[in-house]
RNA sequence: CGGGGUGUAGCGCAGCUUGGUAGCGCAACUGGUUUGGGACCAGUGGGCCGCGGGUUCAAAUCCUGCCACCCCGACCA
């Protein structure tokens, strides 16, 4: 491709909406154009890039057995009214109607989509194990797009599903995908980790996160260094402190005014943090959006709560939850703000962490203004409706599997695999008939990579102030050749030479032959980051350029043959 | 959804406090001089000053309602 025809805008300075690198870059290099808030059009090097990353994929995807299909971005009602995620996906999910009234929704997943094809086409065991996915435009309504393609309204994802006929299908299934994504976030250029993840409202019982990682990352992941613990920190297991054997003491109600917080009371009764209770009052919803209940979750004062362990074990949707209005909670249950305690609550769920089941003699509220409790015991005094591991495992805690401090890191989320199990087989009837004749249902596995999403990260992780420096796999092309002046007809011819044989070679060029200065066309070539950089100038007639590999390397003066051996034998060995 | 900020030429911004009918840099176009790291000179074109309502002889500027965009938080298969 010639510059000089190119469709190609490059911005000098850094456009006022932009923040962070990726989203600046891209702009900045033309690659992206925003529409509106979240929604984004690429340009023809961007397009290059996504589809660089697409053939990555597919050929992985290809490889591990999966076969693509292209089903539509619009849905009907009907088939998440049979998964029950019509009701249950909240205002993310980006609906809409048809000219007669007619529900649709935009498509930010497609389990039900592919569960429907499975159920009217699969009927036998012999048809199993199958492996379906897409390359597409998915929607989500996000309440805060954010950071360019980072968080999109619209983006591009691979989604595959897999459909087994047991457990065990399912496992080797899951670990297929897990394999071929570690091979194309490795392909794509990108440091990551694969992570223990939640699996959210797409509902299921085993999941993985890959995580690129980068402190703007909006993941927030705990692992450990002394082994392979490694889980986002929703996620992330606590293993409880050793229950005491402390001799149970009798409650004792104690004046402490005015201390609302844990660090007030722990430092009025002169305790430490962990003898103390920490209460977190919520109010629950109906599918109907109507309060239908109260929530007091109890962790120990030196604890995080974990909400999203939280509403796991509540096993309600996350929308369906919210922090409490303190004044209408206390006439509904006794509880008062800053006061609460587990002693005295009523018309109210109780969840204990599972911590506190084994500590002895600890201070809670009182339900009562300037009042608290001490001594208090689980069991003697007061009991959970639900009891489980509900807190954060924050740094320095130890790790669940070896003990170590742990650790944290910020990634961005560019793909997680989770074990569907028969969640949609069984809402949406999704069977097969086994070799007994007997009716059962199909085992699923779902696998997502935003493939938008994972272009914004490899440029987060490879560039410098001056701009991106592509790996070789997902740069829009490979080499660029700069004429310093392109109307000197040694150059032009020079220039035209390399371009032709690295064209024949299979290396996808660009030749900058636009009229402009020097500087310019240099300055553009460091912000494209086109990783093979071959510059003709003063030396064309003795057949000489200066050849450049990425913006680290040396500068080399060599024979336009050399310097073309090397473009084509770098280009395959990295591309 | 809560808090904060910003909307003026393709991009980056000034003007608004103190109303008088819009300006700078970059980009674009013409001519000339330049030519190895975002050139210089001269000239040209381009604006519903986010949208509506109000105050006023007069509104980019004051008042008011709305909208859009960005940041922090909430939220996020």
Same mark, same amino acid.
């Given at each position: 491709?010639?510059?000089?025809?190119?469709?190609?805008?490059?911005?000098?300075?850094v456009?006022?909406?932009?923040?962070?690198?990726?989203?600046?870059l891209?702009?900045?290099?033309?690659?992206?154009?925003k529409?509106?808030?979240?929604?984004?059009?690429?340009?023809?090097l961007?397009?290059r890039?996504?589809?660089?990353?697409?053939?990555?994929?597919?050929d992985?995807?290809?490889?591990?057995?999966?076969q693509?299909i292209?089903m539509s971005?619009?849905?009907?009602?009907?088939?998440?009214e049979e998964?029950g995620?019509?009701?249950?996906y909240?205002?993310e999910?980006?609906?809409?109607?048809?000219?007669?009234?007619?529900?649709?929704c935009l498509?930010?997943t497609h389990?039900?989509?592919f569960?429907?094809?499975?159920?009217?086409?699969?009927s036998?065991y012999?048809?199993?194990?199958?492996n379906?996915?897409?390359?597409?435009t &998915?929607?989500?309504?996000?309440?805060r797009?954010?950071f360019?393609?980072?968080?999109?309204?619209?983006?591009?994802?691979?989604?595959?599903?897999?459909?087994?006929?047991?457990?065990?299908?399912?496992?080797?299934?899951?670990?297929?995908?897990?394999r071929?994504?570690?091979?194309?976030?490795?392909?794509?250029?990108l440091?990551?980790?694969?992570?223990?993840?939640?699996?959210?409202?797409?509902g299921?019982s085993?999941s993985?996160?890959f995580?690129a990682?980068?402190?703007v990352?909006e993941?927030?992941?705990?692992? =450990?260094?002394?082994c392979?613990?490694?889980?986002?920190?929703?996620?992330?297991a606590?293993v409880?402190? %050793?229950?005491?054997?402390?001799?149970?003491? %009798?409650?004792?109600e104690?004046?402490?005014?005015?201390?609302?917080?844990i660090?007030e009371?722990a430092?009025?009764?002169?305790?430490?943090?962990?003898?103390?209770?920490?209460?977190?009052?919520?109010?629950t919803?109906?599918d109907g959006?109507?309060e239908?209940?109260?929530?007091?979750?109890?962790?120990?004062?030196?604890?995080?709560l974990n909400?999203t362990?939280?509403?796991?074990?509540?096993?309600?949707?996350e929308?369906?939850?919210?922090?409490?209005?303190?004044?209408?909670?206390?006439?509904?249950t006794?509880?008062?703000?800053?006061?609460?305690?587990?002693?005295g609550?009523h018309?109210c &769920?109780?969840?204990?962490?599972?911590?506190l089941t084994?500590?002895?003699?600890? =201070?809670?509220?009182?339900? &009562?203004v300037?009042?608290?409790?001490?001594?208090?015991?689980?069991?003697?005094?007061?009991?959970?409706?639900?009891?489980?591991?509900?807190?954060?495992?924050?740094p320095?805690?130890?790790?669940?599997?070896c003990?170590?401090?742990?650790?944290y890191?910020?990634?961005?989320?560019?793909g997680?695999?989770?074990?569907l199990?028969?969640k949609?087989?069984?809402?949406?009837?999704?069977t097969?008939?086994?070799?007994?004749q007997?009716?059962?249902?199909?085992?699923?596995?779902?696998?997502?990579?935003?493939?938008?999403?994972?272009?914004?990260?490899?440029?987060?992780?490879?560039?410098?102030?001056?701009?991106?420096?592509?790996?070789m796999s997902?740069?829009?092309y490979?080499?660029i050749?700069?004429l310093?002046?392109?109307?000197?007809?040694d150059?032009?011819?020079l220039?035209?030479?390399?371009?032709?044989?690295?064209g024949?070679?299979?290396?996808?060029?660009l030749?900058?032959?636009? &009229?402009?200065?020097?500087?310019?066309?240099?300055?553009?070539a460091d912000?494209?980051?086109? %990783?093979v950089?071959?510059?003709?100038?003063?030396?064309?007639?003795?057949?000489?350029?200066?050849y450049?590999?990425?913006?680290e390397?040396?500068?080399?003066?060599?024979?336009?043959?050399?310097?073309?051996?090397?473009a084509?034998?770098i280009?395959?060995?990295?591309?």
């Open positions: 491709m010639r510059l000089s025809k190119m469709h190609l805008r490059t911005l000098r300075e456009p006022a909406e932009a923040e962070i690198a990726s989203h600046i891209l702009l900045r290099t033309g690659m992206i154009k529409l509106v808030s979240g929604v984004y059009g690429f340009m023809p961007g397009w890039s996504v589809r660089k990353i697409e053939d990555i994929v597919r992985e995807m290809d490889k591990a057995g999966g693509e292209l971005a619009v849905q009907p009602a009907e088939l998440w998964s995620r019509w009701t249950q909240g205002p999910l980006w609906r809409l109607k048809d000219r007669n009234g007619r529900d649709f498509g930010p389990e039900e989509i569960t429907d094809i499975v159920r009217n086409d699969v036998s012999r048809q199993l194990p199958m379906l996915y897409q390359i597409q &998915k929607y989500r309504d996000e309440a797009p954010r360019g393609l980072m968080r999109s309204r619209e983006f591009i994802m691979k989604d595959a599903y897999s459909f087994d006929k047991d457990r065990e299908g399912l496992d080797q299934s899951y670990n297929d995908m897990f071929a994504y570690e091979k194309i976030f490795t392909r794509a250029g440091t990551f980790r694969p992570v223990e993840a939640d699996t959210g409202a797409i299921g085993g993985h996160e995580t990682l980068s402190e990352g993941s927030e992941i705990a692992y =450990c260094d002394a392979q613990m490694a889980a986002t920190s929703e996620r992330a606590f409880d402190d %050793p229950a005491t054997s402390e001799e149970r003491k %009798p409650m004792e104690v004046h402490t005014p005015g201390t609302k917080t660090e009371v430092g009025f009764l002169g305790l430490e943090k962990k003898q103390t209770i920490k209460a977190l009052l919520f109010v919803y109906d959006g109507e239908n209940g109260y929530v007091a979750a109890f962790v120990r004062g030196d604890r995080e909400m362990k939280l509403i796991n074990l509540l096993d309600i949707p929308h369906a939850i919210a922090f409490a209005d303190e004044e209408k909670l206390e006439a509904a006794g509880a008062v703000g800053g006061f609460t305690g587990p002693v609550l018309h &769920k109780i969840v204990v962490d599972s911590e084994g500590q002895q003699n600890l =201070c809670a509220g009182a339900c &009562k300037d009042h608290h409790i001490l001594n208090v015991n689980y069991g003697r005094d007061y009991e959970g409706d639900l009891i489980g591991d509900i807190k954060m495992l924050l320095q805690d130890p790790c669940p599997v003990g170590a401090p742990i650790k890191a910020r990634g961005i989320e560019v997680q695999v989770f074990k199990g028969t949609y087989s069984e809402s949406m009837g999704a097969y008939k086994d070799e007994n007997k009716e059962q249902f199909i085992v699923m596995g779902c696998y997502g990579i935003g493939v938008t999403r994972t272009l914004a990260a490899v440029v987060e992780q490879h560039h410098d102030e001056n701009g991106i420096i592509w790996p997902v740069a829009p490979h080499a050749i700069t310093m002046k392109p109307e000197d007809p150059q032009k011819a220039g035209e030479k390399i371009y032709e044989e690295l024949e070679a299979g290396v996808e060029v030749l900058d032959d636009r &009229k402009e200065r020097p500087g310019v066309k240099f300055k553009d912000l494209l980051g086109i %990783p950089r071959i510059t003709v100038g003063r030396d064309a007639a003795d057949e000489k350029v200066e450049k590999l990425r913006r390397e040396e500068t080399l003066s060599v024979s336009a043959a050399d310097a073309i051996a090397a084509i034998k280009v395959n060995e990295e591309r």
